[in-house]
């Protein structure tokens, strides 16, 4: 069974960073692209980055490229988004997601950035 499970979302200033964690189980993350998403209230859900099967290679949004980094560790079977020098516009409940079969999604993890 498929599932995936955010965690590392809070407050935090602008300027300020953050790591979520988005843990993997029913499947190794490294056989799949794995991808990072946000929604912010009133708005449409939005790719903010993706890492490859295999090789791992990256992309971002132009939005947050030079500012977040996705990884993953394969032995832990989870992915992570860093995320440095946030900006008020980056609030956004952040969700992983798999196409494995059909496209799986975490519950979700609020990330608030706010002085």
């Known amino acids: 069974q498929v599932q995936l499970v955010e965690s590392g979302g809070g407050l935090v200033q602008p300027g300020g960073s953050l790591r979520l964690s988005c843990a993997a189980s029913?499947?190794?993350?490294?056989?799949?692209?794995m991808s990072w998403w946000r929604q912010a209230p009133g708005t449409e859900r939005e790719l903010v980055a993706g890492i490859s099967r295999y090789g791992g290679m990256t992309s971002y949004a132009d939005s947050v490229k030079g500012r977040f980094t996705i990884s993953r560790d394969s032995a832990k079977n989870t992915v992570y988004l860093q995320m440095n020098s946030l900006k008020p516009e980056d609030t956004a409940v952040y969700s992983c997601?798999?196409?494995?079969?059909?496209?799986?999604w975490g519950q979700g993890t609020q990330v608030t950035v706010s002085s």
């Open positions: 997601s798999v196409n494995y079969g059909k496209r799986y």
């Open positions: 029913g499947f190794t993350i490294s056989s799949y692209a």
